[in-house]
């Protein structure tokens, strides 16, 4: 709104910053015209920005602004003469002519990223963007999710569907630390005009990680106005982090605001299903077969996260070529005990298994079998309820484990337990016994 008009300024008051960005960036032609019309060809403009702090309102100091811009967005240098100008900060010579390297993976693409319940929205809107990338009200986009979840290659995969299909845009990837590291780096070199230049002229803007810049505050403050002006300027911003932006400490509000402009989508573990097909497809790849009966006790042995899916995989097939032997169930289980073993954070089914078997000398086989004496079913549910205790692993891979029994049954196993421990002291004792083995 109008706010006062001195010696042919006129000064207006918009509610923010980004008001005042979005008002340039829109209808700068449309207020010179209006400016021309009303005061003439000398008048200027100011704006007045509303900060809002709690209750109180208090203007900020009005940014002054010749509307025949000297300073306008949307015309981010982009001939061949002006590129020279800019020093990239990924690379120590000059930018040759052209778009500078967009530091993407070409392995990772929507067609082998697997579709499950764990990343459907995730997903289907880093589709949305990577079609129309900065048309989609998902901007920026923001990918949250625990490690080996797959951010990484979803936001690659929007990158590299983008330069596929529109060549002439400079999609640019950068891990958060790097963009640290280079902002420093521009510091160090007196080149902070540079830096921001290169960072200007990106289309695409992919930063991952972003995490990594809590408590960097200069940093945070540089990304800040480059994501102003990509923003403004219609350019798409792509991002990840670990954990959803409201629980980023050390990150500015007015930042974590930014985020909030477009959509947050996460990423989960990933289920059964979801697993089975993602082991499949990397099978694929690497061009080898293996019975369906191993993908299935390697899906329920591992659920934590993809990456860690893919290491197994990847040491079964090294495995079974240094040793020439056949991928078989025995091997797939020396693998698996192998890896646990050695990172010692993870009990399994299996070594839980057999610890109760030896408490109550029973036989695995009687626990994994169908036998329904009371001799064997109480060993058999005690194991279950451990496993449920010591294991992250849904009840459907617990009962996976157990012969192949339903989840049900293990829901049952772990009440009657529950029960037992509350009913029979002497089993309570036993029960903490076999859980204290297992604790290193
Ligand atoms: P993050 O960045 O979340 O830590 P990554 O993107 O690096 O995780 O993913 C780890 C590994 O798992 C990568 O090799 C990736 O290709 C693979 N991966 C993750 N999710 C999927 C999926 N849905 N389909 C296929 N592969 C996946
Ligand atoms: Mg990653």
Not at 102 to 127: K, M, Q, V
């Amino acid at each position: 709104m109008p706010h006062k008009l001195v010696d042919k300024k006129l000064t207006i008051q918009v509610p923010s910053q980004f008001f005042y960005e979005w008002l340039e960036d829109n209808y700068v032609h449309l207020l010179r015209k209006a400016l021309d019309y009303s005061i003439g060809r000398e008048g200027t403009l100011e704006y007045s920005i509303i900060v809002d702090s709690g209750n109180t309102t208090q203007n900020q100091p009005p940014i002054g602004y010749q509307v025949p811009n000297t300073r306008k967005v949307e015309n981010a240098p982009n001939t061949a003469a002006d590129e020279k100008a800019f020093k990239s900060p990924f690379e120590v010579k000059e930018l040759p002519s052209g778009h500078g390297d967009s530091f993407l993976n070409p392995h990772y693409t929507f067609d082998n990223y697997i579709e499950g319940d764990c990343n459907r929205l995730a997903r289907a809107a880093g589709f949305a963007v990577a079609q129309k990338p900065s048309v989609t009200s998902f901007n920026p986009l923001m990918i949250y999710g625990g490690v080996g979840l797959g951010k990484t290659h979803l936001v690659q995969a929007i990158g590299n569907y983008i330069k596929g299909k529109l060549q002439d845009k400079f999609v640019l990837y950068v891990s958060s630390e790097k963009f640290t590291n280079q902002f420093i780096n521009a510091i160090r070199d007196n080149s902070l005009q540079d830096f921001m230049n290169f960072y200007m002229r990106v289309d695409v803007l992919i930063l991952d990680d972003v995490q990594f810049l809590s408590g960097k505050e200069k940093t945070q403050e540089t990304f800040f106005h480059i994501f102003n002006h990509l923003h403004q300027s219609g350019k798409q911003i792509v991002m990840t982090s670990d954990r959803p932006p409201r629980q980023l400490k050390g990150v500015e509000d007015r930042l974590l605001s930014r985020f909030k402009w477009g959509l947050t989508a996460d990423l989960q573990t990933p289920d059964y299903e979801t697993r089975i097909a993602i082991i499949q497809k990397k099978l694929i790849n690497e061009g080898i077969h293996i019975d369906y009966e191993i993908i299935e006790y390697l899906a329920h042995s591992i659920d934590s996260n993809v990456r860690e899916l893919e290491g197994v995989i990847v040491s079964l097939i090294a495995q079974a070529s240094l040793t020439r032997r056949e991928i078989n169930m025995a091997l797939a289980k020396q693998t698996l005990n192998h890896l646990v073993n050695e990172s010692e954070k993870e009990t399994s089914v299996d070594t839980i298994i057999e610890a109760v078997t030896a408490f109550f000398d029973v036989r695995v086989a009687d626990i994994k079998g169908k036998g329904r004496t009371r001799s064997i079913v109480v060993p058999r549910q005690i194991a279950m309820y451990i496993a449920k205790e010591l294991t992250d692993l849904s009840l459907k891979s617990i009962g996976y484990h157990f012969g192949g029994r339903d989840h049900s049954t293990v829901i049952h196993a772990i009440q009657t337990v529950s029960d037992m421990i509350h009913a029979d002291q002497e089993m309570a004792e036993n029960i903490k016994k076999i859980i204290k083995s297992f604790e290193h």
